[in-house]
């Protein structure tokens, strides 16, 4: 099977197409190396999916109708995993203009894609900042999320409702993942972990957000990669008890779905921030600072759906994760402890 990824030089889009490429899948990979994080790491990644001989990987912003228009002639994927897009909650209040082009447009140009080449099954990432204002834990995709609390939320939950179009117009398979903040080896570097590790080992300080009084739904990579492994396999068929009396957002009468990937066990900011310091053998300085634009002070996964239909729940603990990742940090970066 053929499967384009985008963002395949991501921190998501990487791992989970070494996955693939390990089990025998072709992949075209598709990506910007834009310098919103530092591009060593995202041309480290390629390096390793160059390897593979079923790789390709192409250069292109999403944003460019005609060569996305090429990509998806020239290869013709049967499923697409689509995960590019400008990522950060707090860059998004600073730069919304980029966000509109990359997430919204980038992504009307992947559904006409996968419209106009008969795609199987469309999978993309969505977001756990799609539940804005909503306090009703745990996070449930059955949940409204008409309240985004940033722009960011706000082009995810677009991304949703264009997919549902799609699938409902052109009978286009979509599956939605609503990830839940995302860490491990190989990482975002403008993340919490990357930015603690690296901040505390300089013997400088470390932001804390709303003075630590956070929890968050942090997800190691190979959960995440294990849903999307399951994910890219299944594709949705309408839902028989789906009804317009009471709609269930996360399915339809189309093929559509959405699901949470999250570890459905929240950890305080604090805990975090000492699994670190622990790892390290350093403790952290800490500037607490008030609550951020945009922000939430709590995420909460609830991954009842994906259990009932992949047979799968996410397995690490912060733990192992954080151990794993620092253990990959020191490696890189040929850190001395």
């Known amino acids: 099977m053929k499967i384009l990824v ?12 070494r996955r693939l490429l390990e089990a025998g899948f072709e992949i075209i990979g598709v990506d910007n190396i834009n310098d919103y994080y530092d591009v060593n790491i995202k041309n480290d990644r390629l390096k390793i999916l160059r390897v593979y001989d079923r790789f390709a990987f192409h250069k292109k912003n999403l944003e460019a109708k005609e060569d996305i228009d090429q990509i998806f002639k020239e290869n013709s994927p049967q499923r697409v995993i689509h995960l590019a897009a400008q990522a950060g909650v707090r860059y998004s209040i600073e730069n919304p203009e980029v966000y509109v082009q990359s997430n919204i447009v980038g992504t009307f140009n992947i559904l006409e894609g996968c419209r106009h080449n008969k795609v199987e099954h469309l999978v993309y990432a969505s977001t756990s900042s799609a539940y804005g204002l909503n306090t009703n834990y745990p996070f449930s995709v059955r949940d409204n999320v008409s309240h985004p609390v940033s722009f960011y939320g706000a082009t995810k939950i677009a991304n949703e409702l264009m997919a549902h179009s799609y699938s409902h117009l052109y009978g286009l398979p979509t599956t939605g993942l609503r990830f839940f903040t995302v860490y491990g080896p190989w990482g975002r570097p403008d993340m919490a972990l990357f930015l603690f590790t690296k901040a505390i080992l300089a013997s400088e300080p470390i932001n804390v957000y709303n003075r630590g009084d956070m929890e968050r739904d942090f997800t190691y990579i190979d959960d995440i990669v294990e849903g999307l492994f399951r994910i890219i396999k299944k594709t949705p068929k309408s839902d028989p008890e789906w009804s317009g009396l009471t709609p269930n957002p996360a399915s339809s009468s ?51 759906d994906l259990i009932r239909d992949l047979d799968y729940s996410p397995k690490w603990n912060i733990q192992d994760g954080v151990k794993n990742f620092i253990q990959w940090y020191v490696d890189y970066y040929n850190v001395s402890l």
């Open 6 to 17: 985008t963002g395949v030089a991501g921190f998501i889009g990487f791992q989970i197409a």
């Open 254 to 304: 189309a093929p559509y779905r959405l699901y949470n990937i999250g570890s459905n066990a929240p950890i305080k900011l604090m805990d975090y921030i000492h699994e670190i310091e622990k790892n390290l053998g350093i403790k952290a300085i800490l500037n607490l600072m008030p609550m951020q634009d945009g922000d939430v002070r709590k995420s909460h996964a609830n991954v009842d």
